[in-house]
């Protein structure tokens, strides 16, 4: 079956703009995870969705961050007000369910703000 | 505050030989680890885990070792292949939380 598919694969956008980076994650999975992976760092945790549960919204880095999750399926991320240090690839990720541990990732986005 | 630290940022061996990553943590609470490896432009996969429950699995050519005391973990490749040239990532994880502390990769190189 299909695996995480995120897009665009790439973006590029100007500092102050706006940008929404969309995964779709496994069908079936009903946690979606999001995280970002800046140059030389490690992936760093965002946000964390589960069926209908309040997400966890603990990694993300300021209030110009938020992550939608519609109808349990498709995610984005939007970034207001873009900055140069929110340059990063940014990683979805789903597993079956909160309980199990294997996560798959999508190919994830490349953000570079200029 | 680096949770999981991967110190070694490249690693080179031959082919055939074994290839030994390290991971190190600070936070004991972490009852769960995980290895992935990254290829470029794609996605990490994961490739074996560890409860902290044990100090060693094993899944073919590759063995997760755990020493709780020493905070510390290691991922065994034996025998190295030139296929598993990527990026290694060690993870954990706490409890009952699902998301992944990450470290920032080891880039093996497995040459002929």
């Known amino acids: 079956g299909a695996g995480v598919s995120q897009s665009p694969s790439n973006k590029v956008t100007e500092k102050g703009k706006d940008v929404e980076l969309r995964c779709d994650p496994i069908s079936g999975h009903t946690a979606l995870y999001w995280y970002r992976q800046s140059l030389g760092q490690g992936l760093e945790f965002l946000i964390y969705f589960q069926g209908n549960s309040a997400p966890d919204k603990s990694g993300l880095p300021s209030d110009r961050f938020s992550a939608e999750r519609t109808g349990g399926s498709v995610s984005t991320l939007t970034i207001q007000r873009t900055q140069q240090e929110d340059s990063a690839v940014y990683l979805c990720?789903?597993?079956?369910?909160?309980?199990?541990?294997?996560?798959?990732f999508g190919p994830g986005t490349r953000l570079t703000v200029t | 505050d680096q949770q999981v630290k991967q110190n070694s940022p490249s690693l080179s061996v031959q082919e055939g030989r074994i290839s030994i990553l390290n991971c190190d943590y600070t936070n004991s609470m972490f009852d769960y680890f995980l290895w992935y490896k990254k290829y470029p432009a794609e996605g990490p996969t994961f490739l074996i885990s560890i409860s902290s429950i044990k100090d060693k699995n094993e899944d073919g050519r590759f063995t997760v070792f755990l020493n709780k005391s020493a905070k510390h973990l290691s991922l065994h490749i034996v025998p190295s292949q030139p296929g598993d040239s990527a990026v290694y990532f060690c993870a954990a994880r706490t409890g009952t939380a699902s998301k992944l502390t990450f470290g920032t990769g080891t880039r093996l190189q497995v040459t002929l």
């Open positions: 990720a789903s597993s079956l369910d909160q309980g199990l541990w294997e996560q798959y």
